[in-house]
């Protein structure tokens, strides 16, 4: 089992940035983002590849935030400009197990804890 610990989130106002990270115990895994807001389910945000650092985003934030990784570090980044109050979720990050749907909350094998981000306007 993957040991997953985020941090990097916080209050902040429309327009800003945040950077939030995703410590991983072990390495070799595809690692997702998700996030889920109250009263809605969890959906996809960002993906990013182990084999080839491939990315892919959901529609909401494309152009705006970036995944990245370092491997070294086991830790998997989320970059998020131009902060909207619609982006206010709690955010986690996953290790991708089995599947054929990266956006798939249900082939993600191990999640952590999850970080707020809370945008006001």
Same mark, same amino acid.
């Given at each position: 089992?993957?040991?997953?610990?985020?941090?990097?989130?916080?209050?902040?106002?429309?327009?800003?940035?945040?950077?939030?990270?995703?410590?991983?115990?072990?390495?070799?895994?595809?690692?997702?983002?998700?996030?889920?807001?109250?009263?809605?389910?969890?959906?996809?945000?960002?993906?990013? !590849?182990?084999? @080839? #650092?491939?990315? $892919?985003? %959901?529609?909401?934030?494309?152009?705006?935030? &970036? /995944? +990245?990784?370092?491997?070294?570090?086991?830790?998997?980044?989320?970059?998020?400009?131009?902060?909207?109050?619609?982006?206010?979720?709690?955010?986690?990050?996953?290790?991708?197990?089995?599947?054929? !749907?990266?956006? @798939? #909350?249900?082939? $993600?094998? %191990?999640?952590?804890?999850?970080?707020?981000? &809370? /945008? +006001?306007?």
């Amino acid at each position: 089992q993957v040991q997953l610990v985020e941090s990097g989130g916080g209050l902040v106002q429309a327009g800003d940035s945040l950077r939030l990270s995703c410590a991983a115990s072990v390495s070799g895994y595809t690692m997702g983002w998700f996030r889920q807001a109250p009263g809605k389910e969890r959906e996809f945000v960002a993906v990013i !590849s182990w084999r @080839d #650092s491939s990315t $892919y985003y %959901s529609d909401s934030v494309k152009g705006r935030f &970036t /995944v +990245s990784r370092d491997n070294a570090k086991n830790t998997v980044y989320l970059q998020m400009n131009s902060l909207k109050p619609e982006d206010t979720a709690v955010y986690y990050c996953a290790a991708y197990y089995t599947g054929s !749907s990266v956006y @798939d #909350s249900g082939n $993600y094998a %191990s999640w952590g804890q999850g970080t707020q981000v &809370t /945008v +006001s306007s």
